[in-house]
């Protein structure tokens, strides 16, 4: 019997000096423990791993958790333990709610996640798809698309696979600065080419130099020296892009009520623009932080609130450029002409096609927690609760906004609108002149 038992004892010692247990301790050192040991009990992955563009990576990398006596269950493995998440230009800010695995599994099914508002590969192939969990690839083309973009779908995505938002959407949106679709392409030539005519007006000597100047008079201060006029040119200059470009002082001074039109449709176009860059920088330098994870998601609070309000503030301000009377008398400036009824009302339909689409989106995705915060959206959505086919009305409101907002930048420089462009370069030209020609007066 103690021979027996001897021998047993032997045979268990050899198999253990053969093949050590894994500890923690020999990963971090780089000791000889290889993938092999690993398909010793999971022969089903061995092909599988083989075959991938993660055969050379050890098996403990991306499963730290292995490295426990019991990993029957343990957590899945999260792509960004080795790779950064994607910037805006191909992530989208519509695309923060899907996982890694539910694009880049070749031949998976994505699904909803179990808390509705995620979409993740459920752990199933397409017919025919013989590959298994390690075969997960990059594309470089939108074919993959198609694994959420599908008439019917229940993942709250779009039927229509549609483009990132271009340059034309920065004042209002998190956008991108490409142009690659036909809306922002055709409405950017016909832009530019309007700018080359009103470029070559505003050079032609044919605006009245004095024309842009407010009459204001200056006082005369002596300086004790030539060097000391220079800061005064660097302050008024600084006044200009301040006080008249940024917080339009001239205007309030001619107008309140016209100053307080432009401003509830400026300034909250300011915010969304600075809101688009910072986050679209975000994206790309800090792609992993939570902050621009926040400033990403359409859902979060604050950002649905805010986009909300501004977006209110640009319709009354709209609304009211509209309806204001005619018969208040108003001074104008020469380079903030009196708007016409036209674009405003342009940008009013633009902001109520915008609501829509909010409205779409929330309703589509399955009312998702901190929609609530987009106030104005969230109504919208209820109104349209129990609808067929949103996911494919979707992609046609989106098309009809982007080509309003292309139409509208397109007439900028064939309209009274232009001063958004024209009105700060001349308050600066003004505020340089003036500085020379404070500079030039003898005491």
Same mark, same amino acid.
């Given at each position: 019997?103690?021979?027996?038992?001897?021998?047993?004892?032997?045979?268990?010692?050899?198999?253990?000096?053969?093949?050590?247990?894994?500890?923690?301790?020999?990963?971090?050192?780089?000791?000889?423990?290889?993938?092999?040991?690993?398909?010793?009990?999971?022969?089903?992955?061995?092909?599988?791993?083989?075959?991938?563009?993660?055969?050379?990576?050890?098996?403990?990398?991306?499963?730290?958790?292995?490295v426990e006596e019991e990993h029957e269950e343990i957590a899945a493995v999260d792509c960004r333990q080795c790779?950064?998440?994607?910037?805006?230009?191909?992530?989208?800010?519509?695309?923060?709610?899907?996982?890694?695995?539910?694009?880049?599994? %070749?031949?998976?099914?994505?699904?909803?996640?179990?808390?509705?508002?995620?979409?993740?590969?459920?752990?199933?192939?397409?017919?025919?798809?013989?590959?298994?969990?390690?075969?997960?690839?990059?594309?470089?083309?939108?074919?993959?698309?198609?694994?959420?973009?599908?008439?019917?779908?229940?993942?709250?995505?779009?039927?229509? *696979?549609?483009?990132?938002?271009?340059?034309?959407?920065?004042?209002?949106?998190?956008?991108?600065?490409?142009?690659?679709? %036909?809306?922002?392409?055709?409405?950017?030539?016909?832009?530019?080419?309007?700018?080359v005519g009103l470029g070559a007006v505003w050079f032609s000597g044919s605006i009245d130099k004095g024309a842009?100047?407010?009459?204001?008079?200056? %006082?005369? %201060?002596?300086?004790?020296?030539?060097?000391?006029?220079?800061?005064?040119?660097?302050?008024?200059?600084?006044?200009?892009?301040?006080?008249?470009?940024?917080?339009?002082?001239?205007?309030?001074?001619?107008?309140?009520?016209?100053?307080?039109?432009?401003? @509830?449709?400026?300034?909250?176009?300011?915010?969304?623009?600075?809101?688009?860059?910072?986050?679209?920088?975000?994206?790309?330098?800090?792609?992993?932080?939570?902050?621009?994870?926040?400033?990403?998601?359409?859902?979060?609070?604050?950002?649905?609130?805010?986009?909300?309000?501004?977006? @209110?503030?640009?319709?009354?301000?709209?609304?009211?450029?509209?309806?204001?009377?005619?018969?208040?008398?108003?001074?104008?400036?020469?380079?903030?002409?009196?708007?016409?009824?036209?674009?405003?009302?342009?940008?009013?339909?633009?902001?109520?096609?915008?609501?829509? @689409?909010?409205?779409?989106?929330?309703?589509?995705?399955?009312?998702?927690?901190?929609?609530?915060?987009?106030?104005?959206?969230?109504?919208?959505?209820? @109104?349209?609760?129990?609808?067929?086919?949103?996911?494919?009305?979707?992609?046609?409101?989106?098309?009809?906004?982007?080509?309003?907002?292309?139409?509208?930048?397109?007439?900028?420089?064939?309209?009274?609108?232009?001063? *958004? *462009?024209?009105?700060?370069?001349?308050?600066?030209?003004?505020?340089?002149?003036?500085?020379?020609?404070?500079?030039?007066?003898?005491?």
């Open positions: 019997m103690d021979m027996k038992r001897f021998i047993v004892q032997t045979v268990i010692l050899a198999i253990l000096i053969q093949c050590p247990p894994v500890s923690a301790a020999q990963v971090e050192a780089g000791d000889d423990y290889t993938n092999a040991q690993c398909t010793e009990c999971h022969e089903e992955m061995a092909d599988d791993h083989v075959l991938s563009v993660h055969a050379s990576i050890e098996c403990l990398t991306c499963h730290t958790q292995a790779h950064a998440l994607h910037d805006e230009k191909v992530i989208h800010d519509a695309h923060t709610r899907v996982t890694c695995k539910a694009c880049h599994m %070749k031949g998976g099914i994505s699904t909803a996640g179990p808390d509705s508002e995620s979409v993740i590969w459920s752990g199933a192939f397409r017919p025919g798809a013989a590959l298994l969990p390690h075969q997960a690839v990059s594309f470089e083309t939108d074919a993959r698309c198609g694994n959420c973009h599908f008439r019917g779908n229940t993942l709250g995505a779009s039927s229509m *696979i549609l483009p990132a938002k271009s340059i034309l959407c920065m004042p209002c949106h998190v956008a991108t600065f490409s142009v690659g679709d %036909k809306p922002t392409l055709a409405s950017l030539f016909i832009f530019l080419v309007g700018m842009h100047r407010s009459g204001e008079k200056f %006082k005369v %201060k002596t300086r004790s020296a030539p060097g000391a006029l220079f800061p005064d040119k660097f302050i008024r200059l600084l006044n200009a892009l301040i006080a008249d470009v940024l917080f339009l002082q001239r205007l309030f001074r001619l107008s309140p009520t016209r100053w307080i039109i432009h401003a @509830l449709i400026f300034f909250p176009f300011l915010f969304r623009f600075a809101f688009g860059l910072t986050a679209l920088v975000l994206s790309i330098f800090l792609p992993d932080w939570p902050v621009t994870a926040a400033m990403l998601n359409k859902n979060h609070a604050m950002r649905a609130f805010l986009f909300d309000l501004t977006g @209110l503030m640009v319709l009354a301000g709209s609304a009211a450029s509209i309806i204001r009377r005619r018969n208040e008398q108003i001074v104008n400036i020469a380079s903030l002409p009196e708007p016409t009824r036209g674009m405003p009302a342009l940008l009013v339909l633009i902001v109520l096609v915008g609501f829509v @689409l909010e409205g779409l989106r929330i309703a589509m995705t399955g009312w998702p927690d901190g929609a609530g915060w987009a106030f104005f959206g969230y109504g919208v959505s209820l @109104l349209l609760k129990g609808m067929s086919g949103l996911t494919d009305t979707y992609g046609y409101v989106w098309y009809a906004h982007a080509i309003l907002v292309g139409a509208f930048m397109a007439l900028i420089p064939f309209t009274h609108m232009s001063h *958004i *462009i024209t009105a700060p370069i001349a308050l600066i030209i003004n505020a340089r002149s003036e500085s020379k020609e404070y500079a030039n007066k003898e005491i």
